[in-house]
């Protein structure tokens, strides 16, 4: 049964009731598909039952790395690549922003780079547009993809924020979230530390990924530039996959069982209180077609 809640978002208990209604799903992972660890529950078994009846389905992250790296990452947790047809990610994005330099920011940027960001990211650095790899007073510009080490907070890295806007150093942001639950644990991403940047010490930033209006042009143009009103976004993201579905004129389905879900105390599987949910949607400034517990049919 689905009801509305005072902000005219359809509650619904699952995705079956729209088997048939959308030709195309644009569908968040962390969060959404899976928790970094494992996929969540009934996910994996919803994009299959819209893949059987024809449901063209591209996965878009705010991944910050490289497509090949998600899609590595996906099959190491137990998502295959039978399940979605294309990927795109921000970090994808940013890569290549730096290379061509095709806009007037990025083509102000010089080619020394500092580097935040763990190990595991250090492929963004493996780019014809960049010449070395520098320590922050002999860069030209700053690539952030999220904090070094798990646990990190935003504290870790003000010294360092401070170097690099004494400095004047350009930041390119990889990944505009601002957390991420890995399992039951919440974590910074690159996009705290860009908001930190700007915010407190004024710092020039480039964002790349959702809910930027770029990586959904992107993302309808791969799709051949289909009809906005059979496209569905999914994901749990208000400030970014909501938002940026808005932004795009497509509808979204948002997941409240994830980052969201503390916030609302919803249950697993289940629908928060409307009223919680309309609270929280007026203090965003969003308003996404439908509201589900989790990816599951």
Request: glycine share 10%; proline share 6%; aromatic share 8%.
């Given at each position: ?162 170097r690099a806007s004494a400095a004047k150093l350009p930041m390119v942001c990889t990944n505009p979230d601002r957390e991420v639950l890995r399992g039951d644990t919440r ?66 389905a948002f997941i409240v069982g994830g980052i969201a879900a503390e916030r609302l105390r919803a249950s697993p599987g289940a629908l928060p209180d409307p009223g919680r ?21």
């Amino acid at each position: 049964m689905a009801y509305a809640c005072p902000m005219n978002t359809e509650l619904l208990p699952g995705f079956r009731s729209l088997g048939s209604r959308y030709d195309y799903l644009i569908v968040d992972l962390w969060g959404t598909l899976h928790d970094g660890i494992a996929p969540l529950p009934g996910a994996v078994e919803c994009l299959e039952e819209f893949g059987a009846v024809g449901t063209r389905i591209t996965l878009l992250s705010n991944a910050p790395f490289r497509v090949a790296g998600v899609r590595e990452l996906l099959a190491q947790i137990g998502i295959q690549d039978s399940i979605y047809e294309d990927i795109f990610c921000s970090g994808e994005i940013a890569w290549r922003a730096i290379r061509d330099r095709a806009d007037s920011w990025h083509a102000k940027l010089g080619r020394r780079v500092a580097f935040i960001g763990p190990d595991r990211h250090r492929s963004m650095l493996d780019n014809p547009g960049i010449d070395a790899i520098a320590e922050i007073e002999d860069a030209d510009f700053l690539i952030c993809t999220g904090p070094r080490e798990a646990g990190h907070v935003l504290d870790d890295y003000m010294p360092e924020l401070a170097r690099a806007s004494a400095a004047k150093l350009p930041m390119v942001c990889t990944n505009p979230d601002r957390e991420v639950l890995r399992g039951d644990t919440r974590e910074i991403c690159a996009g705290a530390l860009a908001e930190a940047y700007e915010s407190r010490f004024g710092g020039d930033v480039a964002w790349h990924g959702k809910p930027y209006r770029p990586v959904f042009d992107e993302v309808l143009r791969i799709l051949g530039n289909p009809d906005r009103a059979r496209v569905l976004m999914i994901g749990d993201g208000l400030a970014t996959d909501v938002a940026g579905a808005a932004g795009a004129e497509i509808d979204a389905a948002f997941i409240v069982g994830g980052i969201a879900a503390e916030r609302l105390r919803a249950s697993p599987g289940a629908l928060p209180d409307p009223g919680r949910l309309a609270a929280l949607l007026g203090e965003v400034g969003q308003s996404p077609r439908y509201a589900m517990p989790g990816l599951i049919w």
